[in-house]
């Protein structure tokens, strides 16, 4: 791990906070020079409108351009995961809610022990099943 950032959102759709994440994550990516990368979102419609370039939702239209402008800028492939591959994204967003503040963590920070757990498991290519 670089980087990971749990940051709360308050009150908002859920159209809005999967931008506003995507948007913020590919801020940090630019902070620490990371270029060329490949996001995972499990958030069908923000990957659509990531790759048909046109977002429906017209109280997202800036939110949306700002995240447009970054994906060009950084030369990052958006493409969609199913939430089961995506458990540290939803550990951080779970995080974020509980804790009604924003944290980053740093490559060598001291990481919650469930994010952990969801690295190694992932590192180890373990099967998540859906319920």
Same mark, same amino acid.
Request: net charge negative; proline share 1%.
């Given at each position: ?13 859920? @159209? ?7 948007? +913020?994550? *590919? $801020?940090?990516?630019? +902070? ?11 958030? %069908? ?7 048909? $370039? ?33 458990? @540290?994204? +939803?550990?951080?967003?779970?995080? %974020? ?11 060598? +920070? ?13 590192? @180890?290519? *373990? ?5």
């Amino acid at each position: 791990m670089l980087i990971a950032f749990s940051n709360f959102y308050g009150v908002c759709s859920i @159209a809005v906070a999967e931008l506003r994440a995507l948007r +913020d994550g *590919l $801020k940090l990516c630019a +902070d620490i020079g990371l270029a060329g990368c490949q996001v995972s979102s499990d958030s %069908a419609t923000t990957v659509q409108f990531i790759t048909h $370039k046109a977002c429906s939702l017209w109280n997202c239209c800036f939110l949306f351009q700002e995240v447009m402008d970054l994906v060009e800028s950084l030369g990052v492939n958006i493409c969609f995961t199913y939430r089961e591959s995506n458990r @540290a994204a +939803d550990f951080l967003a779970n995080l %974020a809610c509980s804790r009604t503040e924003n944290s980053v963590f740093r490559s060598g +920070d001291v990481i919650p022990q469930e994010l952990q757990r969801i690295m190694r498991e992932d590192r @180890a290519g *373990l099967l998540v099943l859906r319920m």
